[in-house]
């Protein structure tokens, strides 16, 4: 679903320990260094270079911007942050690693001299997240690392992050409250007068209060269709339509009014739920929703688009769209809509991968 990015992209920004304990990382490092023995990887090198990170870095160090990671074969990773030192201690305060550098020359410099610390001196690196950095970092990076093999490792560490850990769906499910608060506050504003814009900066309010991180939102602000939010004005539709996305403690969850019960975009989605089954895949339950509708409901659908994976980025693997090739995991979570046209029925859900079909997870 392609949305505007808000102006403020940083929110509420904590690591809630009750959720997601320093041992939750921990594991996690554990299960990164399994892979790397298994792809004979002498360290892995993890970049995000975005205000929000990738999903990649914060999977295994809890930040969420941006930044490098080194991974060893052994031990706590090492942060490297591209800045000055000045939100260093904010870092500390973020995330479980104890070793955090302020590298605002050269991170290839930084993570050459690590790695050899540690007595690596040659060998396979890994490296995610190359497409995000810039061509000077690329150089730089080849420059301080030449006596290495660098190794695009992204699709190993994507098939280990693609089924959810337990603290995972759990992250996800408190995301879900805040997504269904702030549509609601939508439409209790909408039933109470306000104009479908009133009612999205309404529920802006709420996701804000409850402690979103960030934040993304469309309405049937005209008759044209659900739209980003750009100005404050009067003009009320027939009914409200509000799809909201929100990020708590990284996670993503999605949430929207809910359309009619036994309406088209109602049975589209939950034939994509009886799809989504381990083994299946994206194109699968893309048809199985397709399948349903009308030639112009089925525009509508893929113009919106039908859905993806969901968790640390608001779109993950698999994409939800015909064609797919991308298989289903169980345990991943996905982030299921329909759209369809005429009177803009919507209908949303999060589900679990399961064995034979999927699992509507609800808030907690």
């Not at 991943?332 to 699992?359: F, H, K």
Request: hydrophobic share 45%; net charge negative.
């Amino acid at each position: 679903m392609i949305s505007m990015i808000p102006v403020l992209e940083r929110g509420y920004t904590f690591w809630d320990r009750s959720m997601l304990p320093s041992d939750e990382f921990e594991e996690r490092t554990r299960t990164a260094q399994a892979m790397m023995a298994q792809e004979d990887l002498d360290a892995l090198l993890v970049w995000s270079q975005s205000y929000h990170s990738n999903g990649d870095l914060a999977w295994l160090s809890g930040w969420p911007m941006a930044g490098g990671l080194v991974v060893r074969r052994d031990g706590e990773p090492t942060m490297f942050s591209p800045g000055g030192g000045r939100e260093l201690y904010f870092q500390r305060m973020q995330t479980w690693l104890n070793d955090i550098r302020s590298v605002p020359g050269s991170v290839g410099k930084g993570i050459a001299a690590l790695i050899s610390e540690n007595g690596v001196s040659h060998g396979r690196i890994g490296v995610i997240g190359r497409h995000l950095m810039s061509k000077g970092g690329l150089r730089d990076l080849d420059e301080h690392l030449g006596g290495y093999t660098l190794v695009e490792a992204g699709d190993a560490y994507s098939a280990m992050r693609a089924a959810k850990r337990p603290r995972e769906i759990l992250a996800a499910r408190a995301a879900l409250v805040i997504a269904e608060a702030a549509v609601q506050a939508g439409q209790d504003a909408y039933d109470g007068g306000a104009s479908n814009a009133e009612a999205m900066v309404a529920a802006e309010r709420v996701a804000r209060l409850h402690g979103a991180r960030d934040w993304r939102c469309l309405a049937n602000l005209t008759g044209r269709g659900l739209r980003p939010f750009e100005r404050l004005g009067s003009e009320r539709q027939e009914r409200l339509r509000l799809w909201v996305a929100v990020d708590q403690s990284g996670y993503w969850a999605h949430s929207s009014t809910p359309g009619a019960a036994a309406g088209t975009a109602n049975r589209a989605l939950d034939a994509m739920i009886a799809c989504a089954g381990a083994g299946a895949r994206g194109g699968d339950v893309a048809e199985a929703g397709l399948a349903v509708l009308g030639a112009e409901d089925k525009e509508a659908a893929l113009s919106y688009g039908l859905g993806s994976g969901i968790g640390l980025d608001l779109e993950e693997a698999p994409a939800i769209v015909p064609g797919s090739a991308a298989v289903l995991v169980k345990g991943g979570l996905l982030a299921l809509r329909v759209v369809t046209s005429g009177a803009l029925d919507l209908a949303t859900a999060m589900v679990e991968i399961g064995g034979d079909t999927g699992r509507r997870i609800v808030a907690s």
